[in-house]
T-cell receptor, first 114, second 119 residues
Framework: EAQVTQNPRYLITVTGKKLTVTCSQNMNHEYMSWYRQDPGLGLRQIYY???????DKGDVPEGYKVSRKEKRNFPLILESPSPNQTSLYFC?????????????FGAGTRLSVL | AQKITQTQPGMFVQEKEAVTLDCTYDTSDPSYGLFWYKQPSSGEMIFLIY??????QNATEGRYSLNFQKARKSANLVISASQLGDSAMYFC????????????????FGQGTILTVHP
């Protein structure tokens, strides 16, 4: 079954404790992206990757890191989480960029930073 | 930076009626694409419809159609014959394309509109 898998689905952590949210897709997609969703703000893009070893900033990259060492995985790293990073996070992938390509979303990761 | 505006925080519609959800975008680039996504209360994001700026016709996908008015920079979603299962949050999103027609990777979303369908 074609899918984008995020782990964990729920995470409570404390300020400053490094964490990684994993994202994996099994569709051989070139494009992957991370978003955060906050009430009243819609989804905002954090980072995206057009292909392996090619990553770029979205609109809200501060406080986050990503890597794309292999096609299927695109982890999101919070080196020193802060309470303002409490949010719902989505990973998504599409075959080749965005034009005419459907983006498939993971189920989301709800993060609370205390 | 691009900007997407969805001016309706909430909309109500009677079952079986049509409803229009508004979306305006702000870009001076001639080549771009627009998406609509649905997010039910369960939280997943579901692709609904895509429109390219150079597409000759307005996009349609089943009961969903996109009323694309380029000069007004609007891309409103029309849902015909509303169903109870259409109750959800709806997001409009846009991205830019390069001269060759392939996309840059940055995608900008609007704030969303909550649609409630009454029986």
């Amino acid at each position: 079954e074609a899918q984008v898998t995020q782990n964990p689905r729920y995470l409570i952590t404390v300020t400053g404790k490094k964490l990684t949210v994993t994202c994996s897709q099994n569709m051989n997609h070139e494009y992957m992206s991370w978003y955060r969703q906050d009430p009243g703000l819609g989804l905002r893009q954090i980072y995206y990757s057009m292909n392996v070893e090619v990553t770029d900033k979205g609109d809200v990259p501060e406080g986050y890191k990503v890597s794309r060492k292999e096609k299927r995985n695109f982890p999101l790293i919070l080196e020193s989480p802060s309470p303002n990073q409490t949010s719902l996070y989505f990973c998504a992938s599409s075959l080749r960029g965005l034009a005419k390509n459907i983006q498939y979303f993971g189920a989301g990761t709800r993060l609370s930073v205390l | 930076a691009q900007k997407i505006t969805q001016t309706q925080p909430g909309m109500f519609v009677q079952e079986k009626e049509a409803v229009t959800l508004d979306c305006t975008y702000d870009t001076s680039d001639p080549s771009y694409g627009l998406f609509w996504y649905k997010q039910p209360s369960s939280g997943e994001m579901i692709f609904l419809i895509y429109q390219g700026s150079y597409d000759q016709q307005n996009a349609t996908e089943g009961r969903y159609s996109l009323n694309f008015q380029k000069a007004r920079k609007s891309a409103n979603l029309v849902i015909s014959a509303s169903q109870l299962g259409d109750s959800a949050m709806y997001f409009c999103a846009s991205f830019l394309k390069n001269a060759g027609g392939t996309s840059y990777g940055k995608l900008t979303f609007g704030q969303g509109t909550i649609l409630t369908v009454h029986p």
